[in-house]
């Protein structure tokens, strides 16, 4: 026993150790040949993503530019209208000091004329004219000096100035665009003039200036500004417009459309076509230009089209190769250095898996003898066990026997008292409507029976006078009998809505609405509530009426006093009927509040109620719910509104046949 104990620990031993061993060095060529992969996979990857970072950089660098061009562009009209304003502002100030410090009006013309003369801007300057249209000073064109604008050839320039002059009449300045012959040229480009009546001497004074000039200046700059730009690696900002006219270093002002690489690639002209196209990249070889390296670039371009320019910048594809190639060559060294350490825990855990297996070996020996002493133990507990098993199933089943015979009773007790439950909640709820009855009875009988006493006062006082006659007599008897024969027509509704018949029947539920105001009208009238009716025709339906209208009471009355308790003003019922798609549905609005949210679950829930104690139930749309949902098949619901809150109950029309009941 003691050999075969000893060659099954060896055997265990040496089983488990090439095993571990086996799987170790399976991990260990796994992860050199998955280390393999990923590096290689890496370095795609990386080369990838350093090439799309280098591009997403020229592009954004060229389209925060652009933008920058292009907010220049669209400000460029402000500015030229800011220094049209400042300087005719200028003139119109030196104008008012010279004018306040002349002797007489004479005086006063010379002296401002004079003055303002002087106020010259290149090709642009301060002109003068008379509220006729004479020209009174044109530094650059003497020669209109003492003419008449209004009698100008130029048909659009004297249409303009005549309607300039017939503002200036009413106003104190005009601005316009117009065509204006430059000094010295024969050219008229279009100019942006603003005039101003200087009101002393009855005189316009003006001043314009040509976008074409004004344009150039502002590109002028902004070139100045974009080649002073200096980007990393030697990079620079490059422009030309779409004729290929170059407008910046390193070929500024040369004509670039037909140049072409050392593989015959067009380049201006290819960048033009994606600048016109929204803007790309393009890749070419650059031009022996001077300073510049002819190897191959990476340039991205876009256009601004209210120049017709395109701007670009790239970078060098060597110098990209150089930079990769140190990177790789860095993470490459890091990744041998990592494999290195990785083989050497695996090293230690190898030489750690043998000593633990030893270990392991000389516990599982001890284990085989402690599970066998175990296993003996454990069988015998089996033996009692099922014994004792064996003996509370009989118990057991003795029991459930005897509970399966008294359950079927304890359900039909629980049931029952459900039944007699509910039967006493709904004779509550029926004696708090007969309570909401009698109330509303006793308003209506009491101006009848005012009335009546009033007939016999009369009666007795016409005899004691001596007036008494038959037809007197007569005229009143009927009288009162008409009053105690509607009063007995009350007493007919009340019975008719709390008579116990439970007979389903074909009714119309307009009736119902009909029978449960009449009931009602007295008291909702008597508190000042408007009641208004919108009902249609409607198809029969189903059911018990006097439940039926008991519904309707419960929610009319329900309207009626959240009106009361929340002292709406101008307090008003609205009760609509119609049909549609075979339901017959009866909506009660009313205007007071809605119902909060954090009770709109709970309201058909039985004895809920938010009246104060002893004002209600609690149990009137319980009841509702039920006599709709349940016995008659129909549905109720409600919503907040605007003002207040609308309750809708709705019942499946029914067959007219009488055999559907």
């Given at each position: 026993?003691?050999q075969n104990?000893?060659?099954l620990?060896?055997?265990?031993?040496?089983?488990t150790?090439?095993v571990?061993?086996?799987i170790?060095m399976?991990?260990?060529?796994?992860?050199?040949?998955?280390e393999?992969n990923?590096?290689?996979?890496?370095?795609?990857i990386?080369?990838?993503n350093?090439?799309d970072?280098?591009?997403?950089t020229l592009?954004s660098?060229?389209?925060s530019?652009?933008?920058?061009?292009?907010?220049t562009?669209s400000e460029s009209?402000?500015?030229?209208?800011e220094r049209?304003d400042e300087r005719l502002n200028?003139a119109y100030?030196?104008?008012e000091?010279v004018?306040?410090?002349a002797k007489?009006t004479?005086d006063?013309e010379?002296?401002?004329?004079?003055?303002?003369?002087g106020m010259v801007?290149g090709?642009?300057?301060?002109f003068i004219?008379?509220?006729?249209g004479?020209v009174?000073s044109?530094?650059?064109q003497?020669h209109l000096?003492?003419?008449n604008v209004?009698e100008s050839?130029?048909q659009k320039?004297r249409?303009?100035m005549?309607?300039?002059l017939?503002t200036?009449?009413?106003?104190?300045?005009?601005e316009f665009?117009v065509?204006?012959?430059k000094?010295?040229?024969k050219?008229?480009?279009a100019?942006?003039?603003?005039?101003?009546?200087?009101?002393p001497?009855?005189?316009v004074?003006?001043?314009?200036?040509y976008f074409?000039?004004f344009?150039?200046?502002?590109?002028s700059?902004?070139?100045?500004?974009l080649?002073?730009?200096k980007?990393?690696e030697?990079g620079?900002i490059?422009?030309?417009d779409?004729?290929?006219m170059s407008l910046?270093k390193?070929?500024?002002?040369?004509f670039?459309?037909?140049v072409q690489?050392s593989n015959g690639k067009?380049?201006?002209k290819?960048m033009?076509?994606?600048?016109?196209?929204?803007?790309?990249f393009y890749?070419?070889v650059m031009p022996?230009?001077?300073?510049?390296?002819?190897?191959k670039k990476?340039?991205?371009?876009?256009?601004i089209n209210?120049?017709?320019?395109?701007?670009?910048?790239?970078?060098?594809?060597t110098d990209?190769?150089?930079?990769y190639?140190?990177?790789m060559?860095a993470?490459?060294?890091?990744?041998i250095?990592?494999?290195?350490?990785?083989?050497?825990?695996l090293s230690?855990?190898l030489?750690?898996?043998?000593?633990?297996t030893l270990?392991?070996?000389?516990?599982m020996e001890k284990?085989i003898?402690?599970h066998?002493q175990e296993?003996?133990?454990?069988n015998?507990?089996l033996r009692?066990?099922?014994?004792?098993?064996e003996?509370?199933v009989a118990e057991?089943?003795?029991e459930?026997?005897?509970?399966n015979?008294s359950?079927?009773?304890r359900?039909?007790?629980e049931?029952?008292k459900?039944?007699?439950q509910?039967?006493?909640?709904?004779?509550q709820g029926?004696?708090?409507?007969?309570?909401e009855m009698l109330s509303?009875?006793?308003?209506?009988?009491?101006?009848?029976?005012?009335?009546i006493?009033?007939y016999?006062?009369?009666i007795?006082?016409?005899q004691?006078?001596?007036?008494?006659?038959?037809?007197?007599?007569?005229k009143?008897?009927?009288t009162?009998?008409n009053?105690i024969?509607?009063?007995?027509?009350?007493?007919d509704?009340f019975?008719?809505?709390f008579k116990?018949?439970?007979?389903?029947?074909l009714f119309?539920?307009?009736?119902?609405?009909?029978?449960?105001l009449?009931l009602?009208r007295?008291?909702?009238?008597?508190?000042h509530?408007?009641?208004r009716n919108?009902?249609?025709q409607?198809?029969?339906v189903?059911?018990?009426?006097?439940?039926?209208?008991?519904v309707?009471?419960?929610?009319i009355t329900?309207?009626k006093?959240a009106?009361i308790d929340?002292?709406?003003k101008?307090p008003?019922?609205?009760?609509?009927s119609?049909?549609?798609n075979?339901?017959?549905s009866?909506?009660?609005?009313?205007?007071?509040?809605?119902?909060?949210?954090?009770?709109?679950?709970?309201i058909?829930e039985p004895?809920?109620t938010?009246?104060?104690?002893g004002?209600?139930?609690?149990?009137?749309?319980y009841?509702?719910k039920?006599i709709?949902?349940?016995n008659?098949?129909?549905?109720?619901t409600?919503?907040?509104?605007?003002?207040?809150?609308?309750?809708f109950?709705?019942l499946?029309?029914a067959d007219?046949?009488?055999?559907?009941l």
């Amino acid at each position: 026993m003691t050999q075969n104990k000893e060659k099954l620990k060896r055997y265990y031993f040496l089983t488990t150790f090439a095993v571990i061993a086996f799987i170790i060095m399976s991990i260990a060529v796994g992860f050199v040949i998955e280390e393999h992969n990923n590096f290689e996979k890496t370095l795609r990857i990386n080369k990838q993503n350093l090439m799309d970072s280098k591009k997403q950089t020229l592009k954004s660098i060229v389209d925060s530019v652009a933008q920058q061009v292009r907010l220049t562009i669209s400000e460029s009209e402000n500015n030229l209208k800011e220094r049209i304003d400042e300087r005719l502002n200028l003139a119109y100030s030196a104008a008012e000091a010279v004018n306040a410090a002349a002797k007489n009006t004479k005086d006063a013309e010379d002296d401002v004329k004079a003055a303002l003369s002087g106020m010259v801007w290149g090709k642009n300057y301060i002109f003068i004219f008379d509220m006729n249209g004479y020209v009174i000073s044109s530094p650059l064109q003497k020669h209109l000096e003492g003419k008449n604008v209004l009698e100008s050839s130029n048909q659009k320039l004297r249409q303009t100035m005549e309607k300039s002059l017939q503002t200036l009449k009413t106003t104190d300045t005009v601005e316009f665009n117009v065509a204006w012959t430059k000094p010295g040229e024969k050219t008229a480009p279009a100019k942006f003039v603003k005039l101003r009546r200087f009101a002393p001497l009855n005189w316009v004074i003006g001043y314009g200036e040509y976008f074409d000039d004004f344009t150039l200046e502002v590109q002028s700059r902004l070139i100045t500004q974009l080649e002073s730009i200096k980007l990393p690696e030697d990079g620079y900002i490059f422009m030309s417009d779409y004729s290929g006219m170059s407008l910046t270093k390193p070929a500024r002002n040369k004509f670039m459309l037909n140049v072409q690489d050392s593989n015959g690639k067009f380049i201006v002209k290819e960048m033009i076509k994606l600048a016109q196209n929204g803007g790309g990249f393009y890749e070419y070889v650059m031009p022996p230009f001077p300073g510049m390296k002819p190897e191959k670039k990476l340039s991205y371009v876009t256009g601004i089209n209210g120049w017709n320019w395109y701007i670009g910048t790239g970078i060098y594809l060597t110098d990209f190769e150089n930079e990769y190639a140190k990177r790789m060559h860095a993470e490459k060294q890091d990744s041998i250095k990592e494999l290195g350490v990785v083989l050497l825990l695996l090293s230690a855990v190898l030489v750690l898996a043998g000593l633990v297996t030893l270990v392991m070996s000389n516990r599982m020996e001890k284990l085989i003898d402690r599970h066998s002493q175990e296993i003996k133990r454990k069988n015998e507990e089996l033996r009692s066990l099922n014994i004792s098993l064996e003996s509370k199933v009989a118990e057991k089943t003795v029991e459930l026997t005897t509970l399966n015979a008294s359950l079927e009773k304890r359900v039909k007790d629980e049931i029952e008292k459900n039944r007699e439950q509910e039967h006493i909640m709904f004779q509550q709820g029926r004696l708090a409507a007969m309570g909401e009855m009698l109330s509303n009875i006793a308003h209506q009988w009491r101006q009848p029976l005012n009335n009546i006493g009033l007939y016999i006062q009369d009666i007795q006082d016409a005899q004691e006078a001596g007036e008494l006659s038959k037809d007197y007599l007569d005229k009143s008897v009927v009288t009162c009998l008409n009053i105690i024969q509607h009063m007995s027509a009350t007493i007919d509704n009340f019975r008719d809505f709390f008579k116990p018949d439970k007979e389903r029947v074909l009714f119309d539920v307009n009736d119902c609405v009909k029978q449960s105001l009449t009931l009602l009208r007295a008291g909702i009238e008597n508190s000042h509530i408007e009641i208004r009716n919108e009902l249609e025709q409607c198809s029969k339906v189903a059911g018990v009426p006097g439940e039926y209208s008991q519904v309707l009471v419960n929610i009319i009355t329900n309207a009626k006093d959240a009106l009361i308790d929340n002292n709406v003003k101008n307090p008003c019922i609205t009760i609509r009927s119609w049909s549609e798609n075979h339901i017959a549905s009866v909506s009660v609005e009313n205007n007071g509040q809605g119902i909060p949210e954090n009770i709109a679950e709970k309201i058909f829930e039985p004895y809920f109620t938010t009246k104060e104690e002893g004002k209600g139930t609690g149990i009137g749309l319980y009841f509702s719910k039920i006599i709709i949902e349940k016995n008659m098949g129909g549905k109720i619901t409600f919503k907040n509104t605007k003002n207040g809150v609308v309750f809708f109950v709705s019942l499946p029309e029914a067959d007219e046949d009488p055999s559907y009941l």
